[in-house]
């Protein structure tokens, strides 16, 4: 117990990019994130997608939701606008996330993170997000990497082994 409520703004929060994606047309498309609480037990994000930011097929190590509250996104074949609720469960994958024409705005949680930590993504299927990068004329941007804590890191979310974390 920590002897009452923690009351956090978003306003004192800094963000951090975790995701960057350039288009063969020059335009980019990134990724966003408030972390607004971060323990060993869970953690609690905002998030801001630009425009056709994506993210592919990938789960994590603990249970996962998030609620959209503006714009919309497809998440596989599911258009999902505000006022939707994603639930994932631990040990599935969900994707690929494409940020609809407005950007998409969520708030999301993890819980529960087991072994590998929340900040272990695990892709779902690494080939269909190099199919669909090249799809949409993207490639992946290296990021700056996030701050650490004893109990785990979080990552970019970028899957590609082949593109370097900042």
């Known amino acids: 117990m920590h002897g009452g409520p923690r009351i956090t703004h978003l306003d004192d929060l800094p963000w951090m990019v975790v995701s960057k994606l350039e288009f063969a047309d020059g335009r980019t498309a990134a990724i966003s994130e408030k972390w607004i609480e971060r323990t060993p037990r869970y953690v609690t994000y905002y998030n801001k997608w630009e425009p056709g930011a994506m993210v592919p097929n990938h789960g994590h190590h603990g249970d996962h939701i998030v609620f959209v509250?503006?714009?919309?996104?497809?998440?596989?074949?599911?258009?999902?606008?505000?006022?939707?609720?994603?639930?994932?469960?631990?040990?599935?994958?969900?994707?690929?996330?494409?940020?609809?024409?407005?950007?998409?705005?969520?708030?999301?949680?993890?819980?529960?993170?087991?072994a590998g930590g929340f900040g272990s993504p695990f892709a779902g299927d690494p080939e269909g997000w190099k199919a669909l990068l090249a799809e949409k004329g993207a490639t992946e941007v290296p990021v700056p990497p996030t701050p650490?804590?004893?109990?785990?890191?979080?990552?970019?979310?970028?899957?590609?082994?082949?593109?370097?974390q900042g």
């Open 69 to 114: 509250l503006e714009g919309e996104m497809t998440c596989g074949d599911v258009v999902c606008g505000p006022g939707t609720h994603v639930t994932l469960d631990y040990g599935d994958t969900f994707g690929p996330w494409i940020a609809g024409p407005e950007g998409l705005v969520v708030f999301g949680a993890m819980f529960n993170f087991g």
């Open 148 to 164: 650490r804590t004893p109990w785990g890191t979080q990552t970019s979310v970028l899957l590609n082994p082949e593109t370097p």
